[in-house]
């Protein structure tokens, strides 16, 4: 057919006849169907970890955070086998609300162990946010960019699947996988607000907690329970004109934690001014860090908070574990509702609600 911009108006233009697409450009090529990725094994697991594979270790992670069963006995296989390799490391965790400037801050404190002492550094998350927006804001690697372009470095977002409790699990799991794959020095990071800090605080050595110079009354803003967790607190952005705003923050936080009962650790927590941007203030930081843990390590406290924890994550797995078969127990899941209608119209106490809910569990498992 002829091409209508061939007509005559369309003076200096000819449009060319195409011509048909071959059906298919190589007609020898096999299209051969992409295999399958290879689950890996157990053993193959845990001797790339061992090794200090990072593609591996990345895997082992996704594995541990993997939401499918056949996953999770995988996972659990291969973090037992890791654990013996596990544990001989420093645990800091780092806590602050949006803007403190935990990520400026991760990424100079970073560079600063790595060159003051060597060895590899693990940056996590927990981040209790990443449930409900279904995207972390914690752990992003182009929020550390030092960091993550540093050979010694392994950055990981927080896990975002589960209960606040699920996701801690699940950091601390990759703490072991971690420390087994060689990275001897782990930061556990999370967002000041609610329960996270708690979380966080079960699993590291030493919790650091960055504060910023405010109105002056900035200690109504912190949870007690909080400042009582930290053993350090930092005030950020200590520089230009904030910097006497700042050291009268930390006078406050002194004379607050004046007023709380001796830590079990024997450790004074210290209130230190810094500036994370500016990289002032940091080495003093890190040599409170340093010297806590020599300190706690000859009193026998590091050991001894290490066991607490343990223990702590064994009952709070078993919690999570009897939570979880409850609540999906298709008896229960039928009846739930009902009996939280008894309790609203009044027609059964909670108690009594409660009672024949349990009831009827435990009784379906004989
Ligand atoms: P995060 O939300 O706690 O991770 O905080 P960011 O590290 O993203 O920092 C929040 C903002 O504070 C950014 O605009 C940083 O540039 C700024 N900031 C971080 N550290 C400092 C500091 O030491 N001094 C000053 N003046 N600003 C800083």
């Known amino acids: 057919m002829k091409h209508p911009e061939n007509n005559e108006e369309y003076k200096g233009l000819t449009v060319n006849e195409g011509v048909a697409q071959p059906s298919v450009v190589n007609p020898y090529l096999k299209l051969k169907k992409r295999p399958k990725k290879r689950q890996m094994s157990v053993g193959e697991y845990v001797e790339g970890i061992v090794k200090g594979d990072v593609t591996i270790l990345s895997q082992a992670v996704t594995l541990v955070e993997s939401v499918?069963?056949?996953?999770?006995?995988?996972?659990?296989?291969?973090?037992?086998?890791?654990?013996?390799?596990s544990g001989y490391s420093v645990r800091i965790g780092i806590s602050g609300v949006p803007g403190a400037g935990k990520s400026t801050s991760i990424d100079v404190f970073g560079?600063?162990?790595?060159?003051?002492?060597?060895?590899?550094?693990?940056?996590?998350?927990?981040?209790?946010?990443?449930?409900?927006?279904?995207?972390?804001?914690?752990?992003?690697?182009?929020?550390?960019?030092?960091?993550s372009v540093?050979?010694?470095?392994?950055?990981?977002?927080?896990?975002?699947?589960?209960?606040?409790g699920g996701v801690a699990r699940k950091t601390r799991e990759t703490i072991i996988l971690c420390e087994a794959a060689g990275f001897d020095k782990i930061f556990v990071e999370t967002v000041g607000v609610g329960q996270s800090e708690t979380a966080v605080h079960s699993?590291?050595?030493?919790?650091?907690?960055?504060?910023?110079?405010?109105?002056?009354?900035?200690?109504q803003g912190i949870k007690r329970g909080i400042m009582e967790m930290a053993d350090g607190i930092v005030i950020n952005k200590a520089d230009g004109n904030?910097?006497?705003k700042a050291k009268l923050a930390a006078a406050h936080y002194r004379n607050a934690l004046h007023l709380f009962p001796a830590a079990e650790s024997g450790w004074t927590p210290k209130v230190l001014t810094y500036s994370g941007f500016y990289n002032i203030g940091v080495k003093e930081i890190w040599d409170m860090v340093y010297e806590y843990i020599d300190f706690v390590k000859k009193n026998g406290y590091f050991d001894y908070r290490r066991n607490e924890q343990a223990k702590y994550w064994m009952y709070e797995t078993i919690n999570e574990h009897l939570r979880d078969s409850f609540y999906h127990n298709p008896l229960i899941t039928d009846m739930l509702q009902k009996k939280e209608q008894e309790v609203l119209n009044g027609q059964a106490t909670s108690f009594s609600a409660a009672r024949k809910l349990l009831d009827m569990y435990f009784s379906g498992m004989k």
């Open 150 to 164: 540093h050979p010694k470095s392994f950055i990981r977002p927080s896990p975002s699947a589960g209960s606040l």
């Open 242 to 244: 904030n910097i006497e």
């Open 203 to 219: 699993m590291v050595d030493f919790f650091l907690l960055i504060q910023l110079a405010g109105t002056g009354d900035e200690l």
């Open 68 to 85: 499918k069963p056949e996953h999770q006995v995988l996972a659990q296989e291969v973090i037992e086998k890791c654990l013996p390799y």
């Open 111 to 147: 560079l600063h162990v790595l060159e003051e002492k060597g060895g590899r550094l693990a940056v996590l998350a927990i981040d209790p946010s990443s449930e409900r927006s279904k995207g972390s804001i914690l752990g992003d690697k182009t929020r550390m960019e030092k960091l």
